[in-house]
């Protein structure tokens, strides 16, 4: 099982980051996927997820409006568009996998956005 962000990296405020996380090992159509984030010196929070079907997202209250999840079923993909970046989006940011009992992690990307 392997999940593989990418796109990270430095944004100055008000910028737009799209990160993408490419899953294998698993039936990825099956799962429930989730992008957390860990800022520093700070306990990982859940900003958003989708379901299986992509049907159905959800957002923490700090991101909606700005952020947009989605998936592409057929590429074993799920994607995080962050729009007007504020310094406080600063962290480490993770993709997960759930269903049931399992669920699957990430190794992370670091998003910086600072002037």
């Known amino acids: 099982v392997q999940l593989v962000e990418s796109g990270g990296g430095l944004v100055q405020p008000g910028g737009s980051l799209r990160l993408s996380c490419a899953a294998s090992g698993f039936t990825f159509s099956s799962y429930y996927m989730n992008w957390y984030r860990q800022p520093p010196g700070k306990e990982r929070e859940l900003v958003a997820g989708i379901t299986s079907d992509g049907g159905i997202t959800n957002y923490a209250d700090s991101v909606k409006g700005r952020f947009t999840i989605s998936r592409d079923n057929a590429k074993n993909t799920v994607y995080l568009e962050m729009n007007i970046l504020k310094p406080e989006d600063t962290a480490v940011y993770y993709c997960?996998?759930?269903?049931?009992?399992?669920?699957?992690w990430g190794q992370g990307t670091q998003v910086t956005v600072s002037s």
């Open positions: 997960n996998a759930r269903r049931s009992f399992y669920t699957y």
